[in-house]
């Protein structure tokens, strides 16, 4: 009894295994791997492509393709190989291919509606995921896209998540509520950058708005004086406003005397409250 258990657990241990003899397809697979790795593209994707030819069951040989396609610059293609692997079985390293795939597609457009739209897929798609991903690159790119739209909001959003700047947001979020809703006059102040008294502008400082009746430039100018020292004018450019304040022409006729700072909007717009 005991010799026959020892002869099973011997013959159990030393029974040679059994390989998986390799088909053609896979052959062909593997091979194509390889020359992608040596960045022979071209000659893979006709390997890879005839790989799937044979045997159409195989998710990694379509993960395969996706990854010669995007050497190739063939997003479209790529992503189509990508979406049938994940289709056929879920893995996160396609997933992940995929991913990387959607930015360096998205980075390549010159269409920005376009490549917002993949980029936007990319990082929504990141939410399956379960390792941990340096996204920085993904939200500088969604906001430099978006900065190229003229959307200076969402872009700069971007960016703050890019630089994980939680607190800096929940302040944008509340400043952009209150400009949108607020029944206070509201206006920009421009060009501080060009007087001294630059740094003199501070929240809640009271500023007085003076008329420029023979500006040559600009016959609806309305100089900001801090002090008695200039610090800059009242915006009245669409270049140097943004929506929810009022231009210089706009207020004139009302000829308000004073103003408050109020906050620094988007580290560009000096915003104030008339008062």
Known sequence: MTVQKDRETLDGWTKPQKTQKLTR????????????QKRRDKEALTLISLAIEK??????????????????YKYRQSLEAFDKSLEMEFSE??????????????????DKN???????EAIESTAYISQDLDMEKFWYLKGSILDCLGDKLESKKCYMIAENLQDE?????????????????????????FYQSFDLIREGLEVDLI????NEHDSDAI??????????????????????VKSASEIRKSAPKKAV?????????????IV
Request: hydrophobic share 40%; proline share 3%.
């Open 261 to 273: 700072v109020m906050f620094l909007y988007l580290y560009e717009y000096i915003i104030a409250k």
């Open 25 to 36: 397809a896979d052959i062909f697979s593997q091979e194509a791997l390889k020359l992608h």
């Open 223 to 244: 100089r900001v004086e801090a002090n008695g020292m200039t610090i800059g004018y009242v915006a009245n450019s669409p270049h140097t406003m943004i929506e929810g």
């Open 93 to 110: 390293d396609v997933l992940l291919n995929k991913i990387n795939m959607l930015y360096a597609w998205a980075n390549s457009l010159n």
């Open 211 to 214: 008329p420029e009746d023979d």
């Open 55 to 72: 045997d159409n069951s195989k998710p990694d040989y379509y993960n395969t393709k996706g990854l010669i396609l995007q050497k190739l």
């Open 169 to 193: 947001i929940a302040v944008l979020d509340e400043h952009t509520q209150y400009i949108k809703t607020t029944e206070d006059t509201l206006i920009c102040i421009t060009g501080t950058q």
């Open 114 to 120: 376009k490549a917002l739209e993949i980029i936007t």
